[in-house]
């Protein structure tokens, strides 16, 4: 399985962004799709999961509502819909992979994609 987020760049505070990732392979529509940030000096952290059959959402409290994760499987992509960006999004932004969100939280999934990266700034 292979990733690729996209859809980072440049906004103001208060601003909104939409990543994509790209999900390739074999039975792409099978796993659940993380999403993950890493900031400069800082370690990987979890911001979002969407499950494969139910399409259960999961967030970290950092980005409840104003995040919202979601997927198209018959364009083999996740999106994740950023919106009243704080400069403390800044980061790259990761998409991963697992048969499942259980673990998302821990930053724990079996493949990972390139990141992207999201500024926040005026």
């Known amino acids: 399985v292979q990733l690729q987020a996209s859809g980072g760049g440049l906004v103001q505070p208060g601003g909104s962004l939409r990543l994509s990732c790209l999900v390739s392979g074999s039975d792409p529509d099978y796993y659940a799709i993380g999403w993950f940030r890493q900031a400069p000096g800082k370690e990987r952290e979890a911001v979002s999961c969407i499950s494969s059959a139910d399409r259960q959402e999961f967030y970290v409290d950092s980005v409840k509502g104003r995040f919202t994760v979601s997927r198209d499987d018959a364009k083999n992509t996740a999106y994740l819909q950023m919106n009243n960006l704080k400069p403390e999004d800044t980061a790259v932004y990761y998409c991963?992979?697992?048969?499942?969100?259980?673990?998302?939280?821990?930053?724990?999934?079996?493949?990972w994609g390139r990141g992207t990266l999201v500024t926040v700034s005026s």
């Open positions: 991963a992979a697992d048969p499942n969100c259980v673990a998302y939280k821990y930053a724990i999934m079996d493949y």
